[in-house]
């Protein structure tokens, strides 16, 4: 179908999480507006709870409960239908605050899920095309990657579980198919690219009879505002519905392309009725092109929520690491992340072990792996990763944020500016907040002093140029291809540089 992936290995990483990452992200920023009215293009939209079920600020809903179940499974190593309908019935038998009505009554009915999913859809012939098995396809591609044929059988059976009507199953297929395609073959997030084109790349695993209908559906949507739209609980407008959100927002000019995610999922949710899953249903399709790195740091932080038990809580990082680990048939890497309890004695270990840079500006420190403990014992109460980390390596207590920036390629940092742009953005918030702030990555060699000039830059009103030679001095020059990232950092709310 699509060939060889044209995509570097870590920009494939970072967008297999960004299709698990972003619809839970759109699910969370959706669920304090579910059911309401459209609201205006310029009505603010943030992650703020509330809902008809009571949602925390940042708390995923049924959605991606649903989805964290079949991620799970896909984590461990196994795609095995039958052992994701078990995961589906242990979630629903811990009663969740929100369940659809068709996957509560396919769920809360005795028998093979198969048959009786399928006994429900011939029983409501007009009424079993809900969205609720679109809403939690966002990671079946990462069982199968590069293998659309594969992808598409899981994504029909997964559906059939609960939704076993056609336009269910094809909606999946579409979406899940779409999703492999983009990670493996979208170009740079500097050049343009079809949403739709590659919605319609699943239409070859479809039956033959219904790809014309579906044709039609994606040109419909692809030409539309998400907002026509409006009977978003059927599936049919909930695709056409996440696909118009994409395809209808504007891809911001200028260094920052990938902020379209957050754009076009406040979009989403503006639509309003089924708004939170719209969001995250347009949440995995703008994930699997932009990344996780796409994904507003303002909102990573504060995602959370359940899959099949009720605890522990997940959040952002969970799944993460489970999104990697389902891209990968479940295998760590060689170094056993993630899952990891530390990677620091990983990093101590090295060869060349880091040298215990640090410096301290404008009252944030930055440093490296060496320097993290004693940060940490001095009361850091809020840290900044920009390598991998362990799962023990930062207490519980302390705010901890991990960034997926590269020291490698350019072309590992398809995000680069809207990155650094959004970490700086994080590190001022938090100090502004009171915080201590602890930023560092192995060495402190390269990205570390590259967020630190971003930070001058955007906050504390340093030419670029100045900033990355305070920050080079202190720390280490970064690797130019860096340092032009910080280049086109752009100045945000600034105190004064010292005279």
Not at 167 to 193: E, K, M, R
Request: charged fraction near 20%.
């Amino acid at each position: 179908m699509s060939g060889a992936s044209t995509t570097p290995p870590r920009v494939v990483t970072d967008r297999h999480v960004g299709a698990v990452l972003a619809a839970a992200a759109g699910d969370a920023l959706g669920a304090g507006y579910e059911f309401g009215p459209p609201l205006p293009d310029d009505e603010p939209v943030y992650p703020k709870g509330g809902g008809g079920f009571g949602w925390a600020p940042g708390e995923w809903t049924d959605d991606t409960q649903m989805a964290a179940c079949v991620l799970a499974v896909l984590a461990d190593g196994s795609a095995d239908v039958e052992r994701i309908g078990a995961s589906f019935r242990e979630w629903f038998g811990n009663g969740p605050a929100d369940v659809g009505v068709q996957t509560s009554a396919v769920l809360s009915t005795a028998g093979d899920l198969m048959a009786v999913s399928q006994a429900f859809a011939d029983a409501h012939p007009d009424g079993a095309a809900g969205n609720g098995s679109l809403m939690r396809t966002s990671p079946v591609a990462l069982a199968a990657p590069g293998d659309p044929e594969l992808i598409a059988e899981l994504a029909a059976g997964i559906s059939a579980l609960t939704h076993a009507d056609p336009d269910c199953q094809d909606a999946c297929v579409l979406w899940s198919v779409a999703i492999d395609h983009q990670v493996h073959h979208a170009p740079g997030s500097d050049l343009p690219w079809s949403f739709a084109d590659a919605v319609r790349v699943g239409l070859d695993q479809l039956p033959v009879g219904r790809r014309d209908r579906w044709a039609a559906l994606i040109d419909e949507a692809a030409t539309s505002s998400p907002r026509e739209f409006r009977r978003n609980g059927w599936v049919v407008h909930a695709f056409q519905a996440a696909l118009a959100a994409a395809c209808d927002t504007p891809v911001p000019a200028g260094p920052d392309p990938a902020a379209h995610l957050q754009l076009a999922l406040e979009a989403a949710v503006r639509c309003g009725g089924d708004t939170d899953t719209v969001a995250a249903i347009a949440g995995a399709l703008l994930g699997s092109r932009w990344g996780a790195t796409a994904v507003p740091s303002s909102w990573r932080r504060i995602l959370h929520g359940h899959a099949a038990a009720p605890t522990p809580r997940l959040n952002a990082g969970d799944l993460d690491a489970q999104a990697r680990l389902a891209a990968a048939a479940g295998r760590p890497d060689p170094h056993g992340w993630p899952g990891r309890a530390s990677m620091i004695d990983h990093y101590l270990a090295l060869p060349v072990p880091p040298p215990g840079r640090h410096a301290e500006l404008h009252g944030v420190r930055f440093g490296d792996v060496v320097t993290l403990g004693p940060a940490l014992q001095d009361g850091i109460d809020s840290v900044v990763s920009l390598c991998r980390m362990g799962t023990d390596d930062v207490p519980p207590h302390v705010d901890h944020l991990v960034v997926g920036l590269h020291d490698t390629e350019p072309e590992d940092n398809p995000n680069l500016v809207l990155l650094l742009e959004d970490v700086a953005d994080h590190i001022q918030s938090q100090h502004s907040s009171g915080r201590r702030v602890f930023v560092h990555c192995v060495a402190a060699e390269n990205r570390t002093p590259t967020v630190a000039a971003a930070w001058l830059t955007r906050h504390h009103g340093h030419h670029p140029d100045e900033a990355l030679h305070i920050a080079g001095e202190r720390l280490n020059p970064p690797r130019m291809f860096l340092a032009d990232g910080v280049r086109a950092v752009r100045p945000g709310a600034s105190e004064p540089a010292p005279d």
